[in-house]
Nanobody, 119 residues
Framework: QVQLVESGGGLVQPGGSLRLSCAASGSGLLINAMRWYRQAPGKERELVATITRDSTTNYADSAKGRFAVSRDNVRNTVYLQMNSLKPEDTAVYYC?????????????WGQGTQVTVSS
């Protein structure tokens, strides 16, 4: 059974940094795109960053210049380095990935990790 497990969330002051990690468990996985989403209280879930298998990246406007997504295909792990954090970055951050299962790709979600930016 495939699982995505996030870690690295927490409480940080404005201007601070956090690094989120998301590891996919399971053997012999072939993972295509990996993504980070976030959902703040009372708001819809939004896409923050995407990274393809060959490490092409794309960011939401709110993340450009402050966040960096990367991946380790050997460890089946995706990272989100978040710098210059603002209170409006407060949200639950979710990992998402397209993983080859049989003859097609299934989409998987992690359980989420809370990020709180506050003084």
């Amino acid at each position: 059974q495939v699982q995505l497990v996030e870690s690295g969330g927490g409480l940080v002051q404005p201007g601070g940094s956090l690094r989120l990690s998301c590891a996919a468990s399971g053997s012999g996985l072939l993972i295509n795109a990996m993504r980070w989403y976030r959902q703040a209280p009372g708001k819809e879930r939004e896409l923050v960053a995407t990274i393809t298998r060959d490490s092409t990246t794309n960011y939401a406007d709110s993340a450009k210049g402050r966040f960096a997504v990367s991946r380790d295909n050997v460890r089946n792990t995706v990272y989100l380095q978040m710098n210059s954090l603002k209170p409006e970055d407060t949200a639950v951050y979710y990992c998402n990935a397209d993983i080859l299962r049989g003859f097609g790709y299934d989409n998987y979600w992690g359980q989420g990790t809370q990020v709180t930016v506050s003084s």
